[in-house]
């Protein structure tokens, strides 16, 4: 039973077998599932673009694409990690200036997810046809 829990989890997430090492990639979308609450709520946007959202994102967590481990990127690994130093800042200032971050700093900051995603959908594209 237990062996068969594992080897579900596993299938779920789109791990290897025996837990080998992924190298510059992560299996899952939870890098931008973990701040999406936090946009809703600076952004204020609409329950229905929340529920949209959230419905897209939970489904794109099942898609076998490998997203890029930010400090093992195989390419641009200095912007990467220069952007992502950037967009913390920025999410530090946002959180500093509740309840009412400047419109400009919040829509600056989403830079940074639509450039990670972006990446790896094209890294992992790469890979594919290549």
């Avoid at 237990?2 to 025996?18: C, D, I």
């Avoid at 600076?42 to 949209?52: D, I, Y």
């Avoid at 959202?53 to 099942?62: C, R, Y």
């Avoid at 481990?69 to 990690?81: F, K």
Wanted: no cysteine; proline share 8%.
């Amino acid at each position: 039973m237990a062996r068969s829990a594992a080897s579900a989890r596993q299938r779920l997430w789109f791990q290897p077998q025996g837990g080998q090492d992924r190298g510059p990639f992560l299996s899952r979308l939870s890098f931008l599932l973990e701040h999406r609450v936090f946009y809703f709520y600076v952004l204020q946007t609409p329950r229905w673009v929340n529920a949209f959202a959230i419905i897209i994102l939970s489904i794109l967590v099942f898609v076998p694409v490998k997203y890029i481990y930010p400090s093992r990127s195989p390419l641009y690994r200095g912007l990467t990690n220069g952007l992502g130093i950037l967009w913390g800042v920025s999410l530090f200032l946002m959180i500093h200036l509740l309840p009412e971050p400047p419109r400009t700093l919040v829509l600056a900051s989403l830079a940074f997810p639509v450039y990670y995603t972006l990446l790896s959908l094209w890294l992992e594209l790469r890979r594919v046809v290549l």
